[in-house]
């Protein structure tokens, strides 16, 4: 027995919508074919964009999306993509697959879909191999609404009103595939380049993010934040400033070997859910150094790449990073996202990677064919926790499981929020693959009147296939009593579960 203490008086902080955000790259089959076909294709579409992938991300609310890369954004020439279609560049993606770029799916197009998306957008700029001048270029291009030879150009293709950018990052893993720097050295380069991310309409400034650590690269957060964090400026919402990135993903037997998606045993299984829980001490000891220059937590940290990396699919390419989607993630993306809720005074931004057809995506496609993955149904429960307020949750009677000592976790993982229109909205996992748990809940004041909840459960391997799309499925789950007051069910294993009670 297990007992959820909830004291939904006491707010701790604010969930930013934007934690549930999501990543989508030029990286196989994500922008073309997942989200883009193009006008001409037989697959319904409006100007382009799927209907169907479209109508599912809206389903699941996504408040934000970032774009074009990764990897892929520090050689990303944006001028390439704009104008008429057949004269754009095409070019190899270097990064992904060595294919050919074409160039259809640009500036414009990515604004057409995040407006039909409702979405806020999260543009990555190129410090790898981009100058000042493009990138200064290109924010002018989305953004001003006057006279100047960038916003006369986006008139000519088209687009007689500026964009709003919500986010935009300055560089992106510039430690690695985006230049090999040093901290000292991008930081430096950081000052420069966002001076000229200007925020021309200034009633909605643009919020720059700073590329921030891989992992527990402690050195590089020090050393960026060092240089570049600079005290509130009348020119500056926070300094140079709004978040400072960090990435991490789940490679269950390493980076080198990182294992298969579907295929694995009990203790990958365990080995794979005490990864994702890491992500947690990364946030706690990136934000100690955080909070020695930024106490007040002004600067968000932005997890804008998260998820679990496994060995690709057999037979397709090595550089599309397409794997399949089983339990075992829907865990992941539970503990995870408990994670960044407990932690919203200082995450502010966190995108699970990729949106579609790439890593720990919430959607596949096949030709004309969509499947949800069990990824998205933890999203869809969980929406409710976007804009909501955290508060106080503790769980008496948690047990600690795993086969290795090495990678041992709680069986039980949960947060709680509380909606504007006063719904307690509770999400809780069970991490083990053996035991159902019999649960309590008991909250400060609230006598439940309306109980609404729902549940992913299934055996460990299970997964969506086109053949079989519904196996793992979100599912109303009514199997509780209310005795004075306090909630009773079990919650089965490998299971994650939603309850909104009001
Ligand atoms: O998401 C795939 C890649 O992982 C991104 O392009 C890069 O930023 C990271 O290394």
Same mark, same amino acid.
């Given at each position: ?8 008086? @006491? ?16 990286? %196989? ?40 890369? %990764?990897? /892929? ?24 697959? %060595?294919?050919? &770029? ?21 543009? =990555? ?8 001048? &493009? ?26 009103? *500026? ?10 893993? =510039?430690?690695?595939?985006? %230049? ?30 700073? +590329? ?10 020090? +050393? ?6 600079? *005290? *509130? ?11 400072? !990135? ?14 298969? $998606?579907? #295929? /694995? ?10 990864? $994702? ?9 990136? +934000? ?24 690709? #699919?057999?037979?397709?390419? *090595? ?21 960044? @809720? ?62 290795? &000592? ?25 991490? !083990? ?28 391997? $299970? ?25 009773? /069910?079990?919650?089965?294993?490998? !299971? ?7």
């Amino acid at each position: 027995m297990a007992k959820l203490y909830i004291n939904e008086t @006491n707010k701790l902080s604010h969930i930013n919508p934007e934690i549930y955000g999501h990543f989508s790259e030029h990286l %196989g089959r994500c922008i073309y074919e997942g989200l883009y076909v193009g006008e001409n294709s037989d697959i319904p579409n409006t100007n382009g964009m799927r209907n169907d992938v479209v109508a599912a991300l809206k389903e699941m609310q996504i408040p934000l999306l970032r774009w074009p890369g %990764g990897c /892929f954004a520090d050689e990303y020439h944006w001028k390439d993509g704009i104008g008429p279609k057949e004269t754009r560049k095409k070019m190899i993606n270097t990064h992904w697959g %060595g294919v050919v &770029e074409d160039n259809s799916f640009g500036t414009h197009e990515f604004f057409e879909l995040c407006e039909q998306l409702g979405c806020k957008t999260y543009i =990555n700029g190129n410090v790898g191999s981009g100058t000042v001048q &493009e990138m200064s270029e290109w924010v002018e291009y989305m953004t001003f609404d006057g006279v100047s030879p960038m916003a006369d150009l986006r008139k000519k293709n088209g687009h007689e009103n *500026p964009w709003k950018i919500d986010y935009f990052g300055v560089g992106n893993e =510039n430690w690695g595939c985006g %230049g090999n720097m040093t901290p000292e050295y991008y930081a430096n380069l950081y000052r420069r380049f966002q001076t000229y991310v200007r925020h021309y309409n200034n009633a909605e400034p643009i919020k720059k993010v700073c +590329g921030g650590p891989n992992v527990a690269d402690y050195f590089w957060t020090e +050393g960026v934040l060092e240089t570049c964090f600079a *005290p *509130p400026h009348p020119d500056f919402a926070h300094g140079y400033m709004d978040g400072l !990135s960090l990435h991490y993903y789940v490679h269950p037997e390493g980076w080198d070997i990182k294992g298969s $998606a579907t #295929e /694995f045993d009990d203790k990958v299984w365990y080995k794979t859910l005490a990864k $994702a829980k890491y992500i947690e001490e990364l946030i706690e000891r990136h +934000g100690a150094i955080m909070d020695q220059y930024d106490p007040e937590k002004k600067i968000g940290m932005i997890v804008d790449e998260w998820g679990c990396w496994f060995t690709v #699919e057999p037979g397709t390419n *090595p550089g599309f990073l397409y794997q399949q989607n089983t339990m075992r993630d829907a865990l992941v993306a539970g503990i995870s996202l408990d994670i960044f @809720n407990k932690h919203s005074d200082r995450v502010k931004m966190a995108c699970i990677a990729q949106m579609v057809n790439v890593l720990q995506s919430v959607i596949l496609t096949e030709g004309p064919k969509m499947i949800l993955t069990p990824t998205y149904h933890v999203f869809h429960m969980y929406k409710h926790h976007q804009d909501a307020d955290l508060v106080e949750s503790s769980i008496d009677g948690t047990k600690i499981i795993g086969r290795e &000592e090495e990678w041992q976790v709680p069986n039980l993982s949960e947060s709680v929020s509380v909606s504007a229109d006063g719904t307690i909205n509770i999400t809780l996992s069970n991490l !083990s693959i053996e035991e159902d748990t019999e649960m309590e809940i008991a909250f400060a004041e609230c006598q439940p009147r309306k109980i609404t909840a729902a549940i992913v459960t299934n055996e460990m391997h $299970a997964y969506n296939t086109f053949e079989e799309p519904e196996k793992v499925k979100e599912e109303v789950f009514d199997d509780y009593t209310v005795e004075n007051g306090v909630v009773k /069910f079990t919650i089965p294993k490998c !299971s994650v579960m939603s309850l909104r009670v009001k």
